[in-house]
């Protein structure tokens, strides 16, 4: 049960940072944002991995090039685009609409996880589920083009 409480925590933390970037957005550029925020959990994250102590076994593990160094690459460059992406539809749209077509990413996770895992964690409850979040986005698209 801890899990649902850290992803609602997760959820209502991105909600705020989505307001704040589309207020910020008004006034300062998203690539600006973006390198500011990331420096900042630049330096968060380092006191974290050196203070936790697992910094060195790590980089022994990602300076070979192993098949963990190209995940992190391309995790690294994932998440440099679907930022780029989103303070891009925000800055177009508002925060509110690129959110709410934003929070399918999870169709799209057990897409991948299917698709390179052959793994398929869908339950009853959770195909259906996808489904309203999909008919949200179509009504949200819809609605979008009649105001």
Not at 85 to 104: D, P
Not at 113 to 129: E, N, P, R
């Amino acid at each position: 049960m801890a899990w649902i409480i850290y992803a609602l925590l997760a959820a209502i933390l991105w909600g705020g940072t989505y307001l704040m970037y589309e207020l910020l957005l008004k006034s300062v550029s998203a690539s600006s944002i973006l390198f500011a925020s990331s420096l900042g959990a630049t330096l968060v994250f380092l006191g974290w991995v050196v203070s936790d102590g697992s910094f060195e076994k790590d980089w022994q593990i990602l300076k070979k090039g192993g098949s963990e160094t190209n995940l992190l690459l391309g995790i690294t460059l994932l998440a440099v685009l679907a930022n780029f992406a989103f303070l891009a539809s925000m800055r177009l749209k508002n925060a509110t609409l690129s959110g709410l077509v934003e929070i399918t990413y999870p169709l799209f996770t057990a897409l991948f996880a299917w698709v390179f895992l052959k793994d398929a964690q869908l339950s009853m409850g959770t195909f259906l589920g996808a489904l309203l979040i999909m008919a949200g986005v179509i009504c949200i698209s819809y609605f979008e083009k009649l105001t």
